[in-house]
T-cell receptor, first 111, second 115 residues
């Protein structure tokens, strides 16, 4: 069974702090995505990475795909209360068309 | 344009009953996914449709779960003889094509509670 483990599970920080969330697996993935989900809503896509070592930036968010395409990180600079939510990684493997989701990181940014 | 819609938003049913959950995807999206999300967890894949056919149903937990998409648009997830362990949020997502190549758009989910 393919598993995507995220760490930390929970994170509570003050506004303005930096943080990094990790997504790890023993499997090699053809693509990996990061989502943010708010209560009562479905996940919303933030970014897709497909190439080993790839780095993408979205305003204060920086996403990296590991060289071996088995892991990824999400770094948030100067977190804001609006960043609060559940962050999920999801991946696909070659030859399949289903997404495997990670266990999630619940982030709370305090004003 | 309208996003993915799911009905009902909440469903409470008694153990042993039959339920149907509906998903209206974004118009023109050929791929449709169903997921189940338990409290505090990430979504768990159930089934993937490409057009009218189920291309991958490997995530359906047992034969009480069944899904259809007869005209390649609206999909219905059907659960027979519901059990308390079926309680979760059921999410639907649609995309222009299969996973990895196209962005999937999620609906708000149906919260199912089995009492």
């Amino acid at each position: 069974t393919q598993l995507l483990e995220q760490s930390p599970q929970f994170l509570s920080i003050q506004e303005g702090e930096n943080l990094t969330v990790y997504c790890n697996s023993s499997s090699v993935f053809s693509s990996l995505q990061w989502y943010r989900q708010e209560p009562g809503e479905g996940p919303v896509l933030l970014v897709t990475v497909v190439t080993g070592g790839e780095v993408k930036k979205l305003k204060r968010l920086t996403f990296q795909f590991g060289d071996a395409r088995k892991d990824s990180s999400l770094h948030i600079t100067a977190a804001q209360p609006g960043d609060t939510g559940l962050y999920l990684c999801a991946a696909t493997t070659s030859g399949t068309y289903k997404y495997i989701f990670g266990t999630g990181t619940r982030l709370k940014v305090l004003a | 344009g309208a996003g993915v819609s799911q009905t009902p938003s909440n469903k409470v049913t008694e153990k042993g009953k039959y339920v149907e959950l509906r998903c209206d995807p974004i118009s023109g999206h050929t791929a449709l996914y169903w997921y189940r999300q338990s409290l505090g967890q990430g979504p768990e894949f159930l089934i993937y449709f490409q057009g009218t056919g189920a291309a991958d149903d490997s995530g359906l937990p047992n034969d009480r779960f069944f899904a259809v998409r007869p005209e390649g648009s609206v999909s219905t997830l059907k659960i027979q003889r519901t059990e308390r362990g079926d309680s979760a949020v059921y999410l639907c997502a649609s995309s222009l094509g299969p996973a990895g190549n196209y962005e999937q758009y999620f609906g708000p989910g149906t919260r199912l509670t089995v009492t």
